[in-house]
């Protein structure tokens, strides 16, 4: 069964995505994000809700879906396993679709250790590999993991995650493949900096017939100084940020590196779009969503293709 997601449609009909993220507040105000989602609107096709990311508390993804919904947008709902067993896991999805989520991103989760709580209990009940393929049972058999059958069904659009630079990296299309077999329809990557080591990973994939049989966004994150991009190269795990970009940041003034940076992700954007196999990008713009519409427009992007 198919989800029917506008996602799910701008892909099948062969249009350039654009995904968007948005992060939850550390608190309760609705206003927090709808500012946030209003950059986003019409310049993605759907935005990504992270789940307590860096395992830090913050509010639950769904009630943000629930909030774009509302809006008029649609949100992909991004689910750690982390702090669920499948008892949770199910019947969150459950919940999910009846508040109309149709897009569900399945991912492991960042350890307790990194976040605020580090001395709760991680539940990890399932992996990452194990949620796309519950998702995919409920979806396309009507039933949960005990066997029983679902009282209606969940038509979801199955993404996950996949990191082009972790090592070993002779392995991570080997991951990508497990995924797909797994039921994964789509795939939002690490955001990329290093485009001749993606492009390796890619032809890869290309040539395993792997972007046939699932749709790859290109993750994509501007830089906004020099800073920012020295600490992503340092101490970010799996991510692989060329001296080449920190020495041309460097090359222009304090005030004008936030400009160099865009600039910079648009170039990446062009040169992904000219990539055979990634079918869109994913734009993480990490709490800089009113530099979305500059972003998107300056990479010609816009306007979004309508679809039914």
């Given at each position: 069964m198919k989800a029917g997601s506008r996602l799910e449609k701008i892909l099948e009909a062969g249009h350039f995505a654009v995904t968007g993220e948005l992060g939850p507040p550390r608190g309760a105000d609705a206003e927090v994000i709808k500012k946030k989602a209003e950059h986003l609107r019409n310049k993605v096709d759907s935005i990504n809700v992270t789940d307590n990311q860096t395992s830090v508390v913050r509010m639950c993804s769904m009630a943000v879906c629930?909030?774009?919904i509302e809006m008029g947008l649609e949100p992909n709902l991004q689910m750690v396993c982390r702090d669920r067993n499948r008892i949770a896991i199910q019947s969150d999805l459950l919940g999910a679709y009846a508040l109309g989520i149709r897009n569900v991103l399945c991912l492991s989760g960042d350890h307790n250790k990194f976040g605020d709580h580090p001395q709760c209990k991680n539940v990890f009940d399932l992996d990452s590999m194990q949620l796309i393929a519950t998702v995919k049972r409920m979806r396309d058999e009507g039933k949960l993991l005990s066997d029983q059958e679902l009282e209606g069904g969940v038509k979801f659009f199955i993404g996950a995650a996949a990191?082009?630079?972790?090592d070993p990296f002779e392995f991570r299309v080997t991951r990508l493949a497990k995924k797909i077999e797994a039921g994964v329809d789509f795939i939002q990557t690490q955001c990329i900096y290093n485009m001749e080591k993606f492009k390796t990973w890619?032809?890869?994939?290309?040539?395993e017939g792997l972007t046939e049989k699932c749709y790859i966004l290109a993750g994509v994150t501007p830089l906004k100084s020099v800073g920012m991009a020295r600490y992503m190269q340092k101490f970010v795990p799996g991510l692989d940020v060329p001296e080449e970009y920190i020495t041309r940041l460097k090359g222009v003034?304090?005030?004008?590196q936030a400009a160099e940076g865009i600039k910079i992700c648009v170039e990446q954007i062009e040169q992904l779009r000219e990539m055979k196999g990634v079918a869109g990008v994913h734009l993480m713009a990490i709490e800089w969503e009113h530099k979305v519409p500059e972003i998107t427009e300056a990479a010609k992007l816009l306007p979004r293709p309508e679809v039914d």
């Open positions: 629930k909030i774009l990191n082009p630079f972790g890619l032809d890869q994939a290309n040539d003034e304090k005030k004008k």
